[in-house]
């Protein structure tokens, strides 16, 4: 097993959006069947459309921010402190910012 990876070395694959670039581990590949990790860049103003999952997810934002239609909550996540989770099943649509998070006036968190 491969306890260290480089996150430019994962396999990319198409996400079916010009905007959107990502990079996928799959860790059945690496000895740990019950992980996989995406990395998604997005671009501003883009995002997946309304989608759901039969799995949860974990959304952990690196740089910029994103704006998270979860269910019946609107999420705003900015870099490095916020985390957004979305259940398995609950619709969910990401759209990433083209704010910078310092120039946001906007509330974080949820809101209904």
Known sequence: MNYLLNPDALPTFASGQ???RA????GIDHGV???SLILNE???DDGAPLHRHAYDELFVIEEGCCDFRIGDLSVHATPRSD???AGAGSPQLP???ARSPADD???RGATG
Do not use: H
Request: proline share 14%.
């Open 33 to 35: 069947p019950g992980v």
């Open 18 to 20: 010009a905007g959107i």
């Open 95 to 97: 759209e990433s910012g």
């Open 42 to 44: 997005t671009d501003p």
């Open 105 to 107: 006036s906007r509330p």
């Open 23 to 26: 990079r996928i581990l799959n």
């Open 83 to 85: 985390c957004a989770l």
